[in-house]
Structures are given as structure tokens and as C-alpha cells.
């Protein structure tokens, strides 16, 4: 955790904002090693949360917001998941939600496991087809991506 909290002073120094829908466009700007030192890229360079570069190559690193695939599961982009789709940590708890609402993609979803169809959820909240759509396509992806209890 302290390492996290370190991360986060030195990207509050560069002035990057994870957040910010500019930089969701770009690669993650959060790595992290095999050895679980995060690293901050920018301007592709890479420095650790005390600004030191690394020494020699970093072979194999983790972006901690990117898509990513393991095991045969897919994991969602953690900043924009679609095209309409948002996760903040400060809005509706970090849940996934409609772009410039505070509906989220859990209560969407729900909607359609009960029998609505993307056109009906889409009228009830007054959202684009393709929003809700884009939804329950998520939702399907995290449910496809859970790992069945050992």
C-alpha cells in the first residue's frame, strides 16, 4: 500500500491525471513489475514512484489499467471500458456507468437478466440503444471473466 501511495504523490508531482478522459486514449501510464514495483510511464519513459529509472530492461510488467488476458479470461479496460462507458473511483462507488450519468452498468444489466430488451432499458433511463447495448456486452464479459471458485 505504501508503495501505491507513493505511486500516486509522484503522479500528483507529473501532473498526470489517470482520470482525466485526454488520457484515456493512451496507453496506461501504471505499470507493474514481476517483483510488484509499480512503475510510471511517461513520455515513454519509465521511473518508480521515487522518480529513479529503472536499471537495465524490465522483461515482463503488467499495465494495471489496460485490458489484459489470462487463463483465458478477458479483463475490461479499468478507465474506459467502452466507448460510453466510464470508471471513476469517486462516481456511483467506482462501478462502471453510462458516460455523463450516474446509471450504472449493474443496474442496466439487471434490467435485462429480468427480460427487457436493450430498446425498453434505453427508454426507461433515456440512453442511446447502442449505450445500453454496449452495457450488458460489458456485463457479459465480466461474467465471462469470473473464476469458478476452487
Known sequence: MREAKRALHYLDELDLDLWHPATTADPSPLLVDLA???WIRQNGEL???GGQAPVGNIAEYLELLSPYAADGHLGPDL???RAHLRIVPLVVAGEPHVYGSRVTSRSLAALGRRGLTPAQ???MYELKQHWVEEVLDLERQL???ERPAA
Open 79 to 81: 478507465l474506459r471500458p
Open 143 to 145: 461474467a465471462n471473466s
Open 36 to 38: 510488484g514495483t509499480i
Open 47 to 49: 521511473a518508480n514512484a
Open 121 to 123: 432499458i434505453a427508454d
